[in-house]
């Protein structure tokens, strides 16, 4: 952190997401401020704090005059103010344009590869490039310098690179995609695929979790457009522009907010073991996601029955409890997959529930991080089986939870967490024999295993933590832009 204050100092800041890193909402004559839980936050505040940055970001809460002044602007944090949210307000066609539509029926699916067919509205393209356009004209006129240092977060801005480039050339533009990236043929079928990538080829540097996002984008973009692609340094040139596309793997911090902690009962095991009627002595399993498809929140259920069935003496001695944050609801696609998981759930309770508790515990309802805490300290066992997933951070907070070396993580190695933990025991959630066979070795493994890999993971986690990933791309960009005041070259 100290390295990076020195790096940033004067430095002229932008960072764009499309959630903002607080929430104004009037409460009839009150002003309510809401910080909601986000990993982002967490890395890019420092960031934001050390150089009086600026955050722009889709207004989600209140568009009070009291709030926001006349340009949209508001400090924070608010009880001691340190740097600017600037707002975007978009109307309801535009949301739901940009961000439903394009952003995660089409996007979405399409980089995840969970066999969901993306949807491709050329209506919704259109507020995607508007919305994007209109994110471009707040950072450039929120920009103090002409050559600002500008941090584009994830999918919802593909065409944000080129269009700040193309007002502010000398900016240093840093884009991270928080999703994977798929291989070109699964790319080809967006309609507006080479708009994306030299969308995104506006950027100085373009991040990704993993070093196979990397190989795959830079496969797609060498397959797409009329690119120089060199692939010993990983650097793309394109219209007269050098992005250099690079792996950044995100992570939590480290140590874990010493809050989490205060406002953690002691004994988490025994807590909510009774919070849930379960007897002391019952083995805990522990999911926790967005009730997203990618999650394969199916095929974990799939997996606990199977478990059942070829380990019956685990019937009634094991609880997994699945807390499932509702997300996207309006989306079709995530109605329905609610009420698969919600139907399967029950189909599974009904066949083992006669002998003691029932197997699957499914709470579909936010969880502050507390609760979220005791419920990872409390467990035998911690399920990660996503189809497919950027990093996956639920596997690192369980890890970074557990002080006490115990529990297990099983964890799908279709994350990028994987890549990172190899001492989880990895998995294909599709396939469940092979999944119940590693729930079976987590619920019999001796403790000393427990904490030998457990002391691994956690080693990792601490070293790179989320301050790390913030301030390797910062350090990128401090030496792109030291080399570009050499060669007079823009950054
Ligand atoms: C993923 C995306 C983020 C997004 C988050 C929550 O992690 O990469 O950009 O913010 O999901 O989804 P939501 O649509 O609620 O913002």
Redesign the pocket.
Same mark, same amino acid.
């Given at each position: 952190r100290t390295i990076l204050h020195g790096e940033l100092r004067g430095e002229d800041v932008i960072v764009v997401s +499309?959630?903002e890193p607080y929430i104004h909402q009037r409460r009839g004559e009150r002003i309510e401020v809401h910080r909601p839980a986000s990993g982002l936050v967490t890395a890019l505040e420092p960031i934001m704090r050390a150089c009086s940055g600026t955050w722009v970001a889709h207004g989600s809460g209140s568009a009070d005059a009291e709030v926001v002044d006349k340009n949209d602007r508001v400090a924070v944090p608010p009880e001691n103010p340190a740097y600017h949210i600037r707002r975007v307000w978009l109307t309801p066609e535009e949301e739901a344009g940009y961000y439903y539509g394009f952003s +995660?029926e089409g996007l979405w699916p399409l980089c995840h590869i969970a066999h969901v067919r993306p949807i491709f509205r050329s209506s919704d393209w259109t507020q995607y490039v508007a919305v994007n356009r209109k994110f471009a004209k707040a950072v450039v006129s929120e920009a103090k310098t002409k050559n600002p240092i500008v941090l584009v977060q994830?999918y919802h801005f593909a065409l944000l690179p080129k269009m700040i480039h193309d007002e502010l050339p000398d900016a240093t533009i840093i884009s991270f995609w928080?999703?994977p990236w798929p291989n070109p043929e699964s790319f080809a079928i967006c309609p507006w695929r080479e708009e994306i990538l030299a969308g995104m080829l506006g950027s100085s540097i373009m991040g990704f979790h993993t070093q196979s996002h990397c190989n795959n984008f830079v496969d797609t973009v060498d397959r797409f457009l009329e690119a120089r692609v060199d692939r010993e340094s990983f650097n793309v040139s394109f219209g007269g522009k050098l992005t250099a596309v690079r792996r950044y793997p995100i992570s939590i911090a480290w140590p874990p907010d010493p809050e989490l902690l205060q406002k953690t009962v002691p004994d988490c095991r025994s807590h909510i073991r009774q919070l849930n009627d379960l007897p002391p002595e019952h083995k805990l399993g522990i999911g926790v996601d %967005?009730l997203d498809y990618t999650k394969g929140i199916l095929e974990r259920f799939r997996a606990i029955e199977r478990l059942l069935e070829l380990n019956p003496n685990w019937i009634g001695h094991f609880t997994f409890v699945q807390i499932a944050a509702p997300? %996207?609801t309006g989306i079709d696609e995530y109605q329905h997959h609610e009420a698969q998981v919600r139907a399967l759930a029950a189909r599974i309770n009904a066949r083992f529930r006669s002998r003691g508790p029932a197997p699957i515990l499914l709470k579909i309802e936010q969880h502050a991080p507390p609760q979220v805490y005791e419920y990872f300290r409390a467990a035998d066992l911690c399920f990660v089986s996503s189809l497919h997933d950027?990093m996956n951070l639920v596997a690192k907070e369980f890890v970074a939870a557990r002080d006490d070396e115990r529990g297990v993580l099983v964890l799908s190695e279709f994350t990028g967490a994987a890549r990172e933990l190899p001492e989880a025991l990895t998995v294909n959630p599709y396939d469940a024999d092979q999944c119940a066979a590693a729930l079976h070795l987590a619920l019999s493994m001796p403790e000393a295993e427990q904490r030998d890999r457990m002391r691994l993971m956690r080693g990792l986690v601490a070293e790179f933590n989320v301050f790390r990933w913030a301030g390797r791309m910062l350090l990128d960009a401090a030496t792109k832009r030291r080399r570009s005041r050499v060669t007079d070259q823009p950054g």
């Open positions: +499309n959630r +995660n994830d928080h999703i %967005r997300t %996207r950027g």
